[in-house]
């Protein structure tokens, strides 16, 4: 997809990686930019336009439809996580993880698709992570909620394309936002995780390896038993059994 020209809705760009993609969606010369936010005031850029969004409400995902009606590229980064293992794991935190992370996947690809449609297919980037693939024994359900994303981005992409609308999955390790603010190991910025996804964007990729983590992890999946869980067996075995 071409980005210069584009209009494009960015949800939770008021910080993180949704941020660092809304400004480099403008770097790279796209027209508009909408930030999809629960809190418009949050969203200080001139260079963007405040929109009320609470992707778990389908009532304000419809109206942000129709409010963006001229976009076709819509970023899904909105998304909650935390701590969890898998006897600990929160049900409450789970569902919420789900309702965000996966069915407000759902509601947006539902709502804007023929949005996209109607302004010459487009297409969709959803900021996934490399958990989507290797479940993290500490961030249990998490880890589960950004499978059944990609999962889904997979079905829709196959849909999608019949319209002529692009799906484009982004998987990263850790990312130096408030998210795994408290989490330990080598972790990415949100401006190199945003030039990756755009340049996959840009050339037509379906999805975008940002780190050497994620390039790891998905290259170990045709025998993850052998090559991926034994060492997280082994990095977590102290955590899970304490």
């Not at 129709?66 to 929160?90: M, Y």
């Not at 309702?99 to 804007?112: C, D, K, V």
């Not at 975008?208 to 990095?235: C, T």
């Amino acid at each position: 997809m071409n980005i210069e020209g584009s209009v494009a809705l960015v949800t939770g760009a008021n910080r993180g990686i949704g941020r660092a993609i809304a400004a480099q969606l403008r770097a790279r010369g796209a027209a508009k930019v909408y930030a999809g936010v629960r809190n418009p005031g949050s969203i200080t850029d001139p260079d963007l336009i405040p929109v009320a969004l609470d992707i778990t409400d389908p009532n304000q995902v419809a109206a942000a439809a129709r409010t963006a009606a001229d976009v076709d590229l819509v970023v899904n980064n909105a998304g909650i996580g935390a701590a969890s293992t898998p006897l600990a794991g929160s049900l409450d935190v789970a569902r919420a993880e789900l309702e965000t992370n996966y069915l407000g996947l759902i509601s947006m690809t539902q709502a804007f698709a023929p949005v996209l449609k109607a302004n010459g297919g487009g297409a969709f980037l959803n900021v996934l992570s490399v958990v989507s693939w290797v479940a993290m024994p500490h961030l249990t359900t998490y880890s589960a909620s950004k499978s059944a994303a990609w999962s889904y981005s997979n079905a829709a992409r196959l849909e999608l394309a019949g319209q002529g609308t692009e799906v484009v999955a982004v998987h990263v390790g850790y990312v130096d936002t408030d998210l795994a603010r408290e989490l330990e190991g080598d972790k990415s910025a949100p401006e190199a995780v945003a030039a990756a996804a755009l340049d996959a964007l840009a050339a037509g990729e379906p999805e975008a390896l940002v780190d050497d983590l994620a390039r790891s992890v998905k290259a170990g999946l045709s025998d993850d038993q052998n090559l991926i869980y034994p060492g997280l067996r082994e990095r977590f075995a102290g955590a899970l059994h304490s």
